[in-house]
């Protein structure tokens, strides 16, 4: 048997080891492609980089940066824009894309929202990023520990604009209204593919479900800004994913990001190609044309990737509108 050991524990002997994917244990291999010279990255090394991780560390806090194999963690950690993973490292879930590990997840840390918001000071950002994984064995989905987080955190650092990147809430009933009676200034919640690959690509989701949870968090909080992210490369085509633009832009979706899939392990869905940057471009001319307020294009984008300039384009880009 073939098995998908996980990065961190693989210095460990075989029995001390854990699976980080057992569901996917059993799939064929895939091949993974060379990355070309445009989507390459430099390893971490930095000062600044190591001093992040520490921060992260000492509040026993868990990113996304780490858990999901993020191509930016040098540059994003060397700025110390660390995206915060609340609600532990384990998620329910078993997208096919994902290389967070997958299983029974623990009790939540009911010191988590204090440790982030100390982290959030310590660190001195203006902007976060806070996501999680998705917790369908919790009554609101952990819809109450992200509001717990938003209000440690604004009151730890009343300046700081923050962003939630949320799961889906799939019949969870009054779990978005409890996040964005928060009040987070954006509200993300990914799309991540076009309608036809989602019960290959994220088989636990439902695409218009998803559309609606953005829908709702937009008309319960019409001040704050929503966002909503793709991957490409798994085998869409550019008309799909006009499609998905416009019912992201009938949602009043105010950012869309789209980044190049990458596989983690030959056990994750396969990669059907790589998008060229002037393929990006393209994308990011057309889905300006159909009225977002920002758009962020290119092979290393990702959800929190420049989040906190990108905020700051985006507050003054429904200035220039308004």
């Keep these: 048997m073939v098995t998908v050991i996980d990065k961190r524990l693989s210095n460990l002997p075989l029995g001390e080891a854990g699976l980080r994917h057992p569901e996917k244990a059993h799939r064929p291999d895939s091949a993974i492609l060379r990355k070309p010279a445009w989507i390459r990255v430099k390893a971490p090394v930095s000062r600044e980089y ?17 858990e999901a194999a993020c191509p930016n963690i040098g540059e994003c950690w060397t700025k110390a824009h660390a995206t915060m993973m609340i609600m532990g490292d384990t998620c329910t879930r078993a997208c096919a894309f994902c290389n967070v590990k997958t299983g029974l997840p623990a009790a939540l840390d009911l010191e988590e929202p204090a440790n982030v918001a100390r982290a959030v000071k310590t660190l001195g950002l203006k902007h976060v990023v806070i996501t999680s994984v998705d917790r369908d064995d919790l ?36 779990a978005v209204e409890i996040v964005m009676a928060a009040r987070p200034d954006v509200f993300n919640h990914n799309l ?32 704050g800004f929503t966002k909503s992210g793709l991957m490409v490369g798994l085998g869409e085509s550019r008309e799909e994913i006009m499609q998905v633009m416009d019912d992201l832009r009938a949602a009043s979706v105010d ?30 001319a057309i889905a300006r044309a159909k009225g977002f ?21 985006l507050k003054a880009a429904r200035v220039s509108r308004a």
């Design 293 to 313: 307020l920002m758009v962020s294009a290119s092979p290393l984008t990702r959800s929190s990737y420049h989040a906190d300039s990108d905020f700051a384009q």
């Design 50 to 66: 190591a001093a992040t991780r520490d921060v992260v560390r000492a509040n026993n806090l868990h990113t996304v940066c780490e």
């Design 139 to 174: 009554d609101d989905g952990g819809a109450k520990h992200f509001a717990d987080v938003i209000t440690a955190t604004r009151a730890t650092s009343p300046g700081t604009s923050i962003e939630v990147l949320t799961p889906d809430f799939l019949r969870k009933d009054g």
């Design 255 to 284: 950012f869309l990001t789209i980044g190049q899939y990458l596989q983690p392990t030959r056990k994750h869905v396969a990669l059907a190609r790589f998008w060229t940057p002037e393929e990006f471009a393209g994308l990011e």
């Design 192 to 223: 991540e593919t076009v309608p036809r690959l989602y019960l290959t690509v994220r088989p636990g989701a439902r695409y218009y479900a998803s559309l609606r949870l953005l829908e709702q968090a937009k008309r319960i909080f019409p001040e």
